[in-house]
């Protein structure tokens, strides 16, 4: 099977600008959670998504948002893009919500400028 | 917040054993204990979970005390290639959900 994608991988953007990454998960899985991981706060939950509903949210701004689609494929969105956003957004499948044996895809690295 | 502790940093030969603890002791009765591992520019790798029993696959053996305040994550013969960070994770029970809280990891080297 192929494993978690992530495009693009890298990407720079200016501050006040929006962001859109996209997140292919492992055929057949239905969950699909977002996480920040910054050299000073580490791997932070975003929020998860499973079919096609949020099921947890952490504790970020409503600057940053999500969705999933009845394929399972999911986005997540930054507006208004700060420099504090630069980070390494990781998506994660698993074939049901719960279980957390989570398959982490290569990340998008976000630089904000 | 993270509900683990963990060493910042360990080390071990390679081909030894490396036994790295982790303390839970606010832990619930139903929540798992889950590791996972990072190694350099990739995303996390799930390693094993448990809850009350100790645990064994083939990356690796999980002991978990009897009180659940602590456990251990055995790698039973380090290779350089187990160089990484690893979390000590308890899942977390959110309305009819859960999540993971990641706290900051033991980073471990493998000696040659």
């Known amino acids: 099977k192929a494993g978690v994608t992530q495009t693009p991988r890298y990407l720079i953007k200016t501050r006040g600008q929006q962001v859109t990454l996209s997140c292919s998960p492992i055929?057949?899985?239905?969950?699909v959670s977002w996480y920040q991981q910054t050299p000073g706060q580490g791997l932070q939950f975003l929020f998860e998504?499973?079919?096609?509903?949020?099921?947890n949210k952490g504790n970020f701004p409503g600057r940053f948002s999500g969705r999933q689609f009845s394929n399972s494929r999911s986005e997540m969105n930054v507006s208004t893009l700060e420099l504090g956003d630069s980070a390494l957004y990781l998506c994660?499948?698993?074939?049901?919500?719960?279980?957390?044996?989570?398959?982490f895809g290569p990340g998008t690295r976000l630089t904000v400028t | 917040d993270a509900k683990t502790t963990q060493p910042p940093s360990m080390d071990c030969a390679e081909g030894r054993a490396a036994n790295l603890p982790c303390n839970h002791s606010?832990?619930?009765?139903?929540?798992?204990v889950y590791w996972y591992r990072q190694i350099h520019s990739q995303g996390p790798q799930y390693i094993i979970h448990?809850?009350?029993n100790n645990e064994t696959n083939e990356m690796a053996s999980l002991i978990i005390t009897e009180d659940r305040k602590s456990s251990t994550l055995i790698l039973p013969h380090a290779t350089l290639r187990d160089t990484a960070v690893y979390y000590c994770?308890?899942?977390?029970?959110?309305?009819?959900?859960?999540?993971?809280?990641f706290g900051s990891g033991t980073r471990l080297l493998v000696r040659p």
């Open positions: 998504y499973f079919s096609e509903t949020q099921r």
């Open positions: 055929s057949g899985h239905r969950s």
């Open positions: 994770i308890v899942r977390v029970a959110v309305d009819s959900s859960y999540k993971l809280i």
């Open positions: 606010t832990i619930s009765g139903n929540e798992y």
């Open positions: 448990g809850l009350k």
């Open positions: 994660a499948s698993s074939p049901v919500t719960g279980t957390y044996e989570q398959y």
